[in-house]
């Protein structure tokens, strides 16, 4: 149960830290984005509150869709599906957590990059919630796309139109496991670059987004989060500097990092400060609960 509370309060200062972050100036690069939190004496020494660090619609959106997955009232793109992945972790759950996620997604994001997003990170949270090996993630959703277009295929008219862009997500994730060397079950770590800086971290980014801006789409937004959470490993402070402070949509990448880091380590490697004052905290950890009972109480 305080994983699950964790996750909730972790994507939200994520968030915070990575809109404050996104807002500031849209050209920024990754090395001018960690200067700020440097010259007030760390990201550690930060505190998230609704005056000075607020958070942004992606924690509303979740804390929203959360809200909805524990009264029943409906449905819960990527920033506010992991609570659905924390809803319905249970493997024999994998039907109903694509169904859901990927309606979730059509809500406001029509178009498979968007909804497709969605069910990565619902994939993801429920990963985190069994105790897959972080490395197989990856892979793991990858096998999933194909049970996904399945049920697209009953649900959605002309869903040919939308092959090309189906195609599109598919290969840039198969491009990125391979580049990690993580596309087969080997059983090795994650490999990456001996420079991987800042700078290098944004060069990448962008290499991944299809606009030149990292984290704005459903597949890049994910994967940016995917590979904070790999090369972080239980280190709160690298997260930050990989997936919340870079140039470009890190609110969005913050959301969905911050939230599975509390899904895998829970709040003990986070300093208090980062969340004793943080905007819905109490609703937040009354959902993470929630979603906890509901998820393993259920036959």
Known sequence: MEKFKAAMLLGAVGDALGHRNARKDSSASGRKVQEEPRASGGQDQLVPSQERWPVSDNTIMH????????????FGAATK????????????????????????GRMTHNHPTGFLGSLCTALFASYAAQGKPLEQWGR????????????????????AEYQEHWFYF???????????????????????????????????????????RGGRRGHDAPMIAYDALLGAGDNWTELCQRAMCHGGESGATGTIAGCLFGLLHGL????????????????????????????????
């Open 63 to 74: 804390l929203t869709t959360a809200a909805a997955l524990t009264t029943g009232s409906g």
């Open 81 to 104: 599906a992991m609570c659905i992945g924390m809803r319905y972790w249970k493997p024999e759950r994998l039907e109903t957590l694509v169904e859901v996620s990927i309606e979730c």
């Open 140 to 159: 793991d959703m990858m096998q999933t796309v194909p049970l996904a277009e399945e049920y697209c295929k009953k649900t959605i008219r002309h869903l």
């Open 170 to 212: 598919e290969a840039k994730w198969q491009f990125y496991l391979e580049e990690r060397k993580i596309s087969e079950d080997t059983g090795s770590k994650a490999t990456f670059p001996d420079r991987y800086d800042a700078e290098e971290r944004e060069k990448a980014y962008r290499k991944w987004s299809s606009e030149g």
């Open 268 to 299: 003990d490697a986070v300093p208090t400060g980062l969340y004793q004052d943080l905007e819905h905290k109490e609703e937040l950890a009354r959902l993470g609960e929630a979603l906890y009972r509901l998820s393993t109480q259920e036959k």
